[in-house]
């Protein structure tokens, strides 16, 4: 079969965006077997931005790369955009990412000797159909102006700061115009005011229509999200709507503000 035959709700459908069954990922080694996630079963809607929080070790990184489909779950099902992706071979599952999704680390995983705009090109490189050279520099151009760094675009990365480099590695993750946004303690290595920053990218990605599912361990960066799920030994053992998420912009306002005010003085 090809990868559109899976006749379901797609884009625009009144599909959830990610629909898990009863699922599970361990991993064997001679050994042992670590149930890494424990009988998962979670509903994602479109729009939404939820944080997964749990201590190390909870299976948080496992779940999202199971949700970025750079892994298989061990058994039960992962419904993406209303698909099914558990029988998609690799180069159906690979472009199925492609299309669909966001990816965003803690380490930002840029390509080291290549300028911020060929990094955000880099994904275009792999769409089907074909983006034409020029159009792939086009979206990457505006992308990276879209995230503050039209200033910056043939820098490389140890030319930029651990917030610029962040930025770069969203635009990457937004240039394919993904429906999902799947990003893992992207402020684990920034310091608090540039992690506002990035949130505050991140929700008015959020306000702009695109589901974002963030891991973090922070329980100030989950308060910028609108539902917070708590992973324990594999399992979720909470999940709640946040009624008063954070506003990363109004908190930027507040404190450019005082900066202002400082210098002033
Ligand atoms: N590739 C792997 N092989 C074996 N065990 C793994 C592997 N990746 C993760 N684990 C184990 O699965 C559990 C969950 O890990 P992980 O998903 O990385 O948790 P978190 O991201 O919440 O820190 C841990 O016990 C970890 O040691
Ligand atoms: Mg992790």
């Keep these: ?21 009863a699922l599970n990922r361990t991993y064997r080694t001679d050994e042992v077997e ?30 999202m790369n199971v949700l970025g489909c750079l892994d298989r779950p061990t058994s039960g099902d992962y419904r ?81 700061s651990g917030g610029q480099q962040q930025r770069v590695a969203i635009a990457r993750a937004l240039v394919t115009e993904p429906e999902l946004l799947l990003a893992d303690e992207p402020t684990g290595n920034l310091d608090s005011r540039t992690s506002i920053e990035i949130m505050g990218l991140l929700q008015a990605q959020n306000d702009a229509g695109l589901t974002v599912v963030m891991v973090t361990h922070e329980l100030d960066i989950a308060a910028y999200c609108k539902r917070v799920v708590v992973m324990r030994d594999g399992a979720i053992i909470r999940d709640e709507a ?23 003085a």
């Design 1 to 21: 079969m090809t990868a559109e035959s899976n006749a379901v709700p797609t884009a625009g459908g009144a599909a959830p965006i990610i629909e898990l069954r």
């Design 34 to 63: 670590v149930r890494a996630v424990h009988d998962v079963t979670l509903t994602i809607e479109r729009g939404e931005f939820v944080a997964i929080m749990g201590a190390s070790g909870s299976g948080k990184s496992t779940l």
């Design 80 to 160: 993406l955009a209303g698909r099914s992706v558990a029988d998609l071979d690799r180069a159906q599952l690979a472009l199925l990412r492609n299309r669909k999704i966001g990816f965003v680390f803690q380490s930002f995983n840029l390509l080291a000797r290549t300028s911020a705009l060929e990094n955000v090109e880099l994904p275009l490189l792999y769409s089907v159909p074909l983006v034409p050279r020029r159009e792939r520099r086009a979206r990457a151009t505006r992308t990276l102006e879209s995230v503050g760094l039209a200033a910056r675009m043939h820098h490389v990365p140890s030319q930029l």
């Design 242 to 264: 946040n009624a008063e998420p954070r506003s990363a912009a109004a908190e930027r306002a507040t404190l450019d503000a005082a900066e202002q005010q400082a210098r002033l």
